[in-house]
T-cell receptor, first 114, second 115 residues
């Protein structure tokens, strides 16, 4: 079975600073990996996903993530944080061994300081 | 715009009083999911439909039921809500079950309060 671990339940950055949200996965077969964002009182929205093509994946709102098989990681980055990036971010994995169900991490809440 | 719609956005019910949450989609997707999300936690899958095929998660309480009368609509029935069932309920859809890394499209959620 696959699993996802997000390191840090809360991350705080200053506006304009680098955003780095960490995600490590466990899967015995090649996984599909996702980052979703959730704004307060809203559903989740896909930021980006890895589907075994390019290891560096670019998403919406200037976010990107790099799949590193050797480190079993899929960290999310953005060069310069905006106030509007404040939200909850979920890393997720799906794979054949889990019937392709999507397993979500516990989430990381991003705070952006002015 | 194609989307996933959930009604109502907020639902208040009494302890033990049955409640139904609804979800509709205009994406014509095969799969519809119901998740329960408690404060500051990951969404927890309750069940999903692949077309008319219902799939219940092993740890979903019997108190939770679902209906999918057609492609567009899916309902979550909570037969006897307890205080522990207060949560955000998220409906999501996907074209398929994820064999090609399918994206899930989420509705805005229904926040359930149990008094």
């Amino acid at each position: 079975a696959q699993s996802v671990t997000q390191l840090g339940s809360h991350v705080s950055v200053s506006e304009g600073a680098l955003v780095l949200l960490r995600c490590n996965y466990s899967s015995s077969v090649p996984p599909y990996l996702f980052w979703y964002v959730q704004y307060p009182n809203q559903g989740l929205q896909l930021l980006l996903k890895y589907t075994s093509a390019a290891t560096l994946v670019k998403g919406i709102n200037g976010f990107e993530a790099e799949f590193k098989k050797s480190e079993t990681s899929f960290h999310l980055t953005k060069p310069s944080a905006h106030m509007s990036d404040a939200a909850e971010y979920f890393c997720a994995v799906s794979a054949n061994t889990g019937g392709f169900k999507t397993i979500f991490g516990a989430g990381t809440r991003l705070f952006v300081k002015a | 715009d194609a989307m996933v719609i959930q009604n109502p956005r907020y639902q208040v019910t009494q302890f033990g009083k049955p409640v139904t949450l609804s979800c509709s989609q205009t994406l014509n997707h095969n799969v519809m999911y119901w998740y329960q999300q408690k404060s500051s936690q990951a969404p927890k899958l309750l069940f999903h439909y692949y077309d008319k095929d219902f799939n219940n998660e092993a740890d979903t309480p019997d108190n939770f039921q679902s209906r999918r009368p057609n492609t567009s609509f899916c309902f979550l029935d909570i037969r006897s809500p307890g205080l522990g069932d207060a949560a955000m309920y998220l409906c999501a859809t996907s074209r398929d079950m994820g064999q090609r890394g399918e994206t899930q499209y989420f509705g805005p959620g229904t926040r359930l309060l149990v008094l």
